[in-house]
Nanobody, 127 residues
Framework: QVQLVESGGGLVQDGGSLRLSCLASARTSSISVVGWFRQAPGKEREFVAAILWSGGRTVYADSLKGRFTISRDSAKNTLYLQMNSLKPEDAAVYYC????????????????????WGQGTQVTVSS
């Protein structure tokens, strides 16, 4: 059982930056891919970005390319999401997720492809 704990959320002004972290623990050797999703009130969960746990391959939601950057530090078992030029519409609960298998570029963007989820961290962007 992989456990994921997010941190780094908070309140930021329009145009500001935040870096989210997700610490993975227990059986991390079983992880193939890790990613970030977000869900705003009244909206469906949305894919943000994903990266192979071994490094290298990244996948981004087209609408977020250029503003968000996903990375990981396998030595620290930690996943990051650097968010720049934040907008009020980026406000949501951000979830970290880990998957055992790589489901391809399209599959990686689907929540059901992931086996483990964190509790989420709130990001609020003030205008």
């Amino acid at each position: 059982q992989v456990q994921l704990v997010e941190s780094g959320g908070g309140l930021v002004q329009d145009g500001g930056s935040l870096r989210l972290s997700c610490l993975a623990s227990a059986r991390t050797s079983s992880i193939s891919v890790v990613g970030w999703f977000r869900q705003a009130p009244g909206k469906e969960r949305e894919f943000v970005a994903a990266i192979l746990w071994s490094g290298g391959r990244t996948v981004y939601a087209d609408s977020l390319k250029g503003r968000f950057t996903i990375s990981r530090d396998s030595a620290k078992n930690t996943l990051y999401l650097q968010m720049n030029s934040l907008k009020p519409e980026d406000a949501a609960v951000y979830y970290c997720a880990a998957g055992i298998g790589w489901k391809g570029v399209t599959g990686t963007q689907i929540g059901s492809s992931y086996d483990y989820w964190g509790q989420g961290t709130q990001v609020t962007v003030s205008s």
